[in-house]
């Protein structure tokens, strides 16, 4: 019962006028808008009026909130739902953001895995519960383009896809059971020789930070696929196709048209 009165309500927001206004802050902001074919913008502003009926956007430092802000987060964000059976994440309802990368406690493993606590710099943080942290000024130098391989939005909504399931650990929830196997193969394949790659001290088109750990690695993954579709593709197709298959999206054939 519950689920049918929000898919109902959820129609109703997606059939609301998309303000001009905010078209064009997409335009300005979000490098991968233009590239898209007109019955995807349309999909994309409907995810855009429930993400942003939905969840509730908090200023920090001093931050004050405004259309640009939400409009352009709500977008990038939305950009990994369009084709796809979403519940246009559901666990988080707050999105924190600063205006600059901030300070956070964080713990990382020291000698016989006991956690050593200080502080982090941080441009983002996903949650698996509650709310995603972001910094304006690093979201501010990712909307003009889809080239750099850097998108902090991208980033964090994606560990958001991740944590669907209950855990952060570089699987989603996929769209069928045969998928899985092909999935767990190519990015335990592509993972590993990420971490070959720099033990060798070899360049590597993949965020280095992605060998952190599985979660981190599907999360720059996903920023490569929509930000350096075609080097991504060219040089490491299993891991494009099986991101092309999961997403439901083939960013690398809309931009080189």
Not at 5 to 20: C, D, T
Not at 48 to 60: I, N, P, S
Not at 93 to 117: D, F, K, N, R, T
Request: net charge neutral.
């Amino acid at each position: 019962m519950f689920g049918f009165l929000r898919r109902r309500r959820r129609r109703r927001i997606r059939e609301r006028p998309f303000p001009e206004a905010w078209v064009a802050i997409l335009r300005r902001n979000v490098g991968y808008y233009p590239f898209l074919p007109e019955a995807d913008r349309r999909e994309l502003h409907g995810h855009v009026l429930v993400f942003l009926a939905e969840k509730r956007f908090e200023g920090c430092g001093g931050l004050a909130i405004t259309d640009e802000i939400r409009v352009t987060v709500a977008a990038q964000a939305c950009v990994l739902l369009l084709h796809r059976k979403t519940d246009c994440y559901p666990r988080p309802e707050s999105i924190l953001v600063y205006p600059h990368a901030y300070v956070a406690e964080g713990a990382q493993p020291g000698p016989g895995g006991l956690p050593i606590v200080g502080e982090d710099v941080r441009l983002g943080e996903s949650w698996q519960t509650g709310a995603v942290v972001l910094a304006w000024d690093d979201v501010q130098q990712t909307v003009s383009g889809v080239h750099d391989g850097h998108n902090v939005v991208l980033h964090e909504f994606a560990h958001q896809l991740d944590q669907e399931d209950g855990s952060a650990d570089g699987a989603p929830l996929l769209p069928s059971r045969s998928m899985y196997a092909v999935w767990a193969r190519v990015l335990s394949e592509e993972y590993g020789r990420l971490q070959d790659d720099i033990d060798r001290h070899r360049r590597t088109l993949i965020d280095r930070y992605g060998a952190t750990n599985p979660a981190e690695f599907f999360a720059v993954i996903t920023e490569a696929f929509f930000e350096k579709p075609i080097p991504l593709r060219r040089r490491h197709p299993d891991l494009y196709n099986t991101l092309r298959d999961f997403y439901r999206q083939d960013p690398a054939d809309l931009v080189s048209r």
